[in-house]
């Protein structure tokens, strides 16, 4: 199996179930809670070390209690974290979700006053030991110097990057790596859309050298090879919605566990739906009621 280097957050998820969406400025009670490490990178790794990788994480964590946390979770899921920054001081980045029991969506308020995982924390990192770097696409100064850093020192090491939010000047790194990730809210928000092939076929010109792919709910995904071949998968909802959080970073680890194996990418895209599909039937990331398709 691959040796992944994953670039991105953990968090503390605070997850309040309510029976529906409260309304504005009235008072509901949570009919259960939990909280858990969250946050994409780390909830992408969790699953690819469950789907036989060894998986390494670069990020920035405290030394507090809900640092610790973090730490254990990754801990029980084999996932290395040496080359993380620790810090003495500071709060988690925390995630406060309301899920709705009535269709599985999540609100999330998100707080966060940590630095990112920077440039001179990626030289640190020894490259030579993976086979995949995986990064989120947060802070696009250092994500930039991260990446080319990395392709001149190996310029065969495939990337492949999130694009979950639009962020000022993002598009530089899109003709840097070899996967691009984008999710439905980027691609509406960046093409004015509602149609995924439109806007892949409008990102073909800024990244031709990369595989462009982007989850579409419901509608399943749709893909974008370099020469210009337009991919799609149909969508596998499960029996009953329980809980789409997670169900993002699910679909990028079955996305980059394929192609690790060498599949086709139209695999990759049946297998990544199948399995974010299952992760919208059940609470947290357990591979084992995953439906595992390899």
């Not at 699953?47 to 994480?57: A, E, I």
């Not at 009535?102 to 707080?111: A, E, M």
């Not at 086709?264 to 595992?292: H, I, P, R, V, W």
């Amino acid at each position: 199996m691959a040796h992944i280097l994953g670039i991105g957050t953990a968090t503390v998820d605070i997850i309040n179930t309510v029976a529906s969406y409260p309304t504005e400025d009235t008072e509901i009670r949570a009919i259960k809670q939990r909280i858990c490490r969250g946050g994409n990178a780390t909830n992408t790794l969790v699953v690819l070390s469950q789907l036989g990788h060894r998986c390494t994480w670069g990020g920035v964590w405290v030394n507090e209690p809900a640092g610790q946390l973090v730490l254990a979770d990754l801990a029980h899921y084999a996932i290395d974290t040496s080359p993380c920054r620790v810090l003495a001081q500071g709060k988690m980045p925390t995630s406060y979700i309301l899920l709705n029991q009535q269709n599985g969506s999540r609100t999330i308020v998100h707080y966060r006053d940590l630095p990112e995982f920077s440039f001179n924390d990626f030289q640190r990192i020894n490259l030579a030991a993976f086979n995949w770097l995986h990064f989120e696409a947060r802070q696009i100064t250092e994500t930039v110097q991260m990446i080319k850093q990395a392709k001149q020192q190996y310029p065969h090491l495939p990337i492949s990057l999130e694009i979950e939010k639009p962020r000022p000047q993002i598009e530089q790194l899109f003709a840097q790596v070899d996967v691009l990730l984008f999710s439905k809210t980027f691609a509406q928000h960046d093409s004015h859309t509602d149609d995924a092939k439109l806007f892949l076929h409008s990102i073909h010109p800024q990244a031709p050298q990369a595989c462009l792919i982007c989850a579409w709910g419901t509608a399943g995904a749709y893909a974008l090879t370099p020469p210009g071949d337009l991919l799609h998968s149909s969508a596998f909802p499960p029996a009953q919605v329980i809980d789409t959080l997670g169900a993002g970073d699910v679909f990028n680890a079955g996305i980059i566990d394929s192609l690790c194996r060498q599949q086709s990418l139209a695999m990759a895209l049946t297998q990544a739906c199948q399995l974010a599909g299952n992760q919208c039937g059940q609470e947290g990331l357990q591979l084992k009621s995953l439906n595992q398709t390899n």
